[in-house]
């Protein structure tokens, strides 16, 4: 028997995602760099598909294209090395509020410096950006995109050091937040990290030529070897003699971010040695321990709910099953049906498997809580398949305070774990439990024993309110300091 | 350690999957009956992905757009019941080889009869199609496409019979074959199904109004309440009086298709009273039973593998893991990527989870082996990750004959179970085991006791060579009889 | 000193002309006969601008490709010949409605016969097409499209003619109308043109090689040679044996539609051999000695009055100048502004010229007078610029009774001539004389002595009401017996 | 009789033209700036089809909007100024190498001051922008397009002035060349032009709000009222206090570009006062006294011939006629014809009226010649269409020294003027005799008495060689000091 239910909403999974900003490509000394670039950022599209763009340097001139969009839609129908020919590329994927900013603030930027062209990529987000540009526009500086990432090469640009990699390290000497840098002058690469390694930078090899990556999953995409992770406040400058190491920072703390273990990551990524698939399934059986369910079946939230709720299930033996089934030909202008659709009570993109459901006492697994809007959606959907009780885990501990290292995510009196208690959360869910992975889970999961309270292994700020760095730019703002000098809308 | 393969070539496991030819969708009855077609065909989007169209009629006018692309391109950026207004909407989507016959053959067709406006949506094949379309053209009858469904509306324009329902059953008493049609005038909506319900249509209704479509989970999409299936042999007509049923065929059969539940249809949909997805299980759960291997870890080949695989590790307890990741940011021309970067050995669409496979005895599940080509690339790809054995089993009997009622299917000389031994298969395959669900198996996990050979259940002539219906047109052509009479290429 | 008027609302001078509704174009025995026929059909875009379509057979197959828009967007970013191959093709240009039928009525048409394919082009209109329509579909014919040439088709499947010149004539002796066919089949060409040669068709040669066009600057594009034009009443069969002419009416007499000369033809073409431009210029010159005017200036009404307004000056020795001045970069979307631009009175594709205008005495000259609104539109302009008096003359008569051979026409009752005294046009135009070239004087510029009114020369029933053949359908709509049979509405 | 010539390539008149750079507008204080400014800018299409840019300001937020290709194509479809909302405005149309540079260059060009927010438009070259750069550069400034405007916004960000007009003032007398600038803050326009006039702004008013255009004819589009010219050296800064004038160069004298009269403007602009179609017509009517020619028809190389030809054809008698007819559809693929089309000698922009032609004496007047390779061409097709004889006649005299004030025109040594005698040229032109205007005729044609030597009232270097300005830029590149610091080249 189906019978369809009529008042709820579209439910986008994605819609209430925590969202990176950026995935940061380099590669030096291969015939096509571009290609190579194009393939590295489809790789790492799920860490932005808003925007992509490469820069590329034959040795003498400069190429670059940016698009919004995916990087499959823009690089690959011919080779995208026929039009950015150059043995060096640099390549950039974005995530960005649609439309806003236009393809001013898609990178690479691109700039000419006194010591010839230069072209950046970044991840992340620098904390005192505002606050340097502020000081920079006084003096007559120009900028020409409201991204952060230019502050970067005006400091580069005024620098007094002797060369690029003395020029490279006074600039980030000079800024703070969590960053990882690809950079390009016409003969050489440059990649950094910030110095506690809060954003991820790799460095691989393919036969004599280098790569820099946010995932190892791009260096699988182009056959790269995975050689090691840039250290905290690390500059390495790769030219045709090869690769020099600068320390930027020689206090440097290493202290990754926690999400990209608990969302951003691919799962068949390798990061900080450990593989991402594995610590989710590890999440998914300490939170079987912390927070049992005696349930019937368990239903990941997909996708990225799926190794946690594997870990749960083999952790538990209650069955896991395919409980809500994914659209793949979903096409793009569904992405915005209109308000009569809505109403129609639709569901474009997920559907509940009735037959895993019905009469069943369901658990659903996810991998965090954000804003809890969309889990409610799927709670109603779940029951209106006729679950007989439903109920709820996250595999991250609660997301209590937002981010300054270049996640976007809501401000804070929209996270639900910020504001409401477990009780108030589990009602306005309308689950029959709720259970949260705790912090101290976490760690077990990546492996610690525990937390080090004084040193944490991992920057996990969004669960424990612990910063590692000054926000010199928001206390300003607090202060009534402002964000942004004037304001420019590009229609894209 | 991550060390990337580099010989092998970009796999895209749809490449070798069996094709539906199509999904049909109808309404009657309700305001807006454009976005119900639009919304009914998305959910039936799995059924045909190449083109989609939609013809309407506001009881005076009828109005028709058809596209190549999926429906969430072409039906939803704006209210398509504004373009195409009218309480009555039928709908289709197209498998077919890109490019070949351009809009023309795009459905559904239409053609102004004597009795007014006419036009109608296939699902299926008239095996005798061609016959009669010879004898119609030497007595002065012009076709426009190469569509067997033109033929359908040829024979109710010469039918004799006093009105249209007559007229249709007369018509589809001369045709043989599976097939499901929607169809309308300006005032009726018909829908009908042949003498074996081969091809599946179902009703439903939303409130007083009526709703066809060829799978449940299209009902859930809109909202409808499914009534029943249509029978094998009954032709519905509806109009504003309400549904009168005729029988066309008095001695019908019910031998629906067997392959709606190993590949075609959405593992939420509920097909002749049976979960598609607890089939599938079932299926896994046989395969475990009947051909039982000494693995590790079980991994599903994405994603219509997914619920066999589960049901083979509930049966035997050996975890069920993601092994193979699925790039969800394809874009679209990815789908085409240049020589160069095929000769790099890039995998655009999937990778291996190296940490689930490295060291490991991998069971590779999937729904059925079709040409095995893919599956090899998918075997070398888990073999490149470091697996330490590969097994490989079909969740399907092996695939012997070819489809001839809708169904895109390589010829006899490609299906490799049709030319090899199971040895030679695994040899191919390069696995260290290979394993098949055997017929018996597969009538097991429908709920059968056993096939009844004299007068067996489903159509499953693809496993077993038994064809329901004679085959006028293929026999006529092999003996030199031909199979078109002109040939048109319109260039889209 | 510039002051700009602001009141009056955008000129588009194009609004109010009539338009020819087709071109065709065929060739018969080159290698790619695609290219000749993009080049044709390009030579006569102003036959028709809103959709285009060639059709090409190799002997074998037949390859078609039809759009809406100009051929120069369509037909030449890539040699149309690689995606058309053969060394037959025939074109079509249309002018239709924009957007009412789609491409389903985009000629050329195709279809399969008992003989083999078959294509055909069609300029003109078939007056008792409906009639025969109603009685085809009655015996169960199927009609694709809205055209009147369809009909055609059908005649020629159903005619039992031993081979298709005899089927091709006996069709054509069915129908009534003004008409030029291209058509062709797999292996021949076809052309034929109506029995009293109201719709131009011209035989041209390209080395051994047969080309046919609606006009001569078809041939100059193409670098063909003009041969004859095509008798009334003829139809040319065309195949690798050279070609034979057939006489479908033996009794056809001559009388091409004046219209190609006044308006239609581009003004390099010769048309019954006679120059385009010359015969406008006559109309000039014999408009100067009808309807003298006391004016300092002569400005022609761009681009079609420049040839007569030529003549009118070099008659009377006052000077022409280019008064109006044509914006030649206007775009796509200026076709149709935002209503708050057409409030601010912008004119987007025509401005007037005010050094040459203010503070004299203007005669505007034009081709003819359809509805009148635009003429006002212009008069505004003149005025607004300064103009002292402004004088308005009709290089054509009066046009009076609306077309039923092709011409694009508004009806009766919007023709201003048709409902409106000299003296009431010239208080309605807003000018200080009005005044109209003679039917008496238009033969003159043709050449003739005077109007044979037992036998015109020429067919002018736009100016005379005298039609050359029986109108069927129209008088049976105007007995109550429609125009079509269903309606579809298919969205482009 | 037809007879066409198949050997000449196809002639693109405007291939040989001189082109212009740039158009710019600005308005300040209307309710939809934007909308204004897409129509000015449309008016001014003319002046550069290859991008075109808008800049508003609501007071607080600024918008943009850059596109390559026409106004018509990317501002009307919607009203722009619901994308681009605000009372200030400010646009550019730009001629430019397609594709070399992509949006990067497009202006206006936007960046933030300390002031704030400021965007800049600019017809013209500055002279020793290079130079600038290159110091600028040295201390740490950053660059983000080719385009010598850029310097502009450096020079005024830098300028330790005490408000915008100091600032501005300041910036302009720092540079050298020939400019017109149209630039905004959010609050404020402004207007400047180079200490000779060379380049064109003017004035203009609608109600109480201020316009600033390229020439008259963008006030006649949004019914503007002409006020007066910006002064040589005038700095205008509007704002809603009203207008204020700013003398940034108190020696400066009015010399403008001959070559607005010449070939740029529009026929109906006033430019310094006088109706360039008037200017261009006594240019005709001097030519005919300078250089006779006993010939039977008069024909303008089309459209920017036509007034000089009528010029000459009234002073001398002999009837002008429209020899070359212009296809008015000529779409946008075609401007890329295969080369296999181009061997078969078509014509796809222009075809010969060979009525007018045939037997006949025939004098072609064209406004200038620059390379004379198109003159041939149409040479060769008026031969070909049947002339007896072919005379040419150039408007204006020859072109022997090239620009450095913003015109697009060829090297010296592709100046055919510049290398061959009267002679050389007549021959390679394949003419029965040539002709230009004298530099006294020309200047009679613009109503002055003569050349003033000592202080021409014209900037007239292109017949002359007398620059007004030095060419610092270039005497440093002559000097071996390059032009450029870095290469990018951006795919659009």
Sequence with gaps: MIDAPTVSTDIDIEDDRIREECGVFGVFGVDNAASFAAL?????QHRGQEACGIATSDGEIFHTERHLGLVGDNFTGDDPSERLPGHIAIGHNRYSTAGQHGLRDVQPLYSELNIGGFAIAHNGHITNAFTIKSALVEKGALFQSTSDTEVMIHLVARSSGKDLSDRFVSAIRQID???????????CMIGARDRFGIRPLLLGRINHSYVLASESCAFDMVGAK??????PGEVVVINEDGMRSFTAFPNAIKRPCIFEFVYFSR???????????????????????????????IIPVPDSGVPAALGYSQETGIPFELGIIRNHYVGRTFI????????????LKHSANRSMIEGKRVLLVDDSIVRGTTSTKIVRMIKAAGAKEVHFRSASPPIKFPDHYGIDMPSKDK????????EEMRHMLEVDSLGFLSVEGLYWAMGEDMRND????YTDHCFTGDYPTPLID???ELAGGGKQLSFLVEVA
Tied chains: 1, 2, 3, 4.
């Design 454 to 457: 004084d040193a944490p292994q």
């Design 415 to 422: 996270l639900i774990a910020s504001n409401y208690s477990l």
């Design 336 to 347: 915005q049906p209109t308000q009569g659709m809505r109403d129609m009570g639709v569901r």
């Design 177 to 187: 937040g969590g960053y990882a840098f690809v950079a390009m002058t016409k003969d």
């Design 40 to 44: 590295g950022l489809h790789a790492l």
């Design 267 to 297: 799962p068949d990524s390798i990061v900080s040695g450990k593989s991402v698939y594995e610590v989710r399934k590890r999440m998914g059986q300490r939170l079987a321990q912390e927070t049992p369910a005696d349930v019937d079946v």
């Design 474 to 476: 928001r206390e300003r």
């Design 226 to 231: 995975f050689i090691r992770e840039i250290d």
